[in-house]
């Protein structure tokens, strides 16, 4: 199994930058990809970002497409989103999510979820 903890959602306004961390453990070498998905109040489960676990494919969704970028860590374990330019439409829960076997789109693809962190974007 794999266990995956966010961090480093908050407030901050409009135009700002925050980075989201998501710490993996467990058995990572099962992972094939990263992504992170988002969910306002309301509004379905949506696509942001995911990245291969080994190697360097990434996909974003049109929405952050030039303002979100994901990466890995030196270490191989903890997978950050960082995020510029952050508008109120950003508001949501971040979750990251584990692929074991695609870099995976939807919230299907995915067989493992982190609790989940709240970003805050006022205008």
């Known amino acids: 199994q794999v266990q995956l903890v966010e961090s480093g959602g908050g407030l901050v306004q409009a135009g700002g930058s925050l980075r989201l961390s998501c710490a993996t453990s467990?058995?990572?070498?099962?992972?094939?990809?990263l992504g992170w998905f988002r969910q306002a109040p309301g509004k379905e489960r949506e696509f942001v970002a995911a990245?291969?676990?080994?190697?360097?494919?990434?996909y974003y969704a049109d929405s952050v497409k030039g303002r979100f970028t994901i990466s890995r860590d030196n270490a191989k374990n903890t997978v950050y989103l960082q995020m510029n330019s952050l508008k109120a439409e950003d508001t949501a829960v971040y979750a990251c999510?584990?692929?074991?076997?695609?870099?995976?789109?939807?919230?299907?693809?995915?067989?493992?979820w982190g609790q989940g962190t709240q970003v805050t974007v006022s205008s």
């Open positions: 999510a584990a692929d074991l076997d695609q870099i995976g789109r939807t919230a299907n693809s995915y067989e493992y």
């Open positions: 467990g058995r990572t070498s099962s992972i094939y990809a």
């Open positions: 990245i291969r676990w080994r190697g360097v494919s990434t």
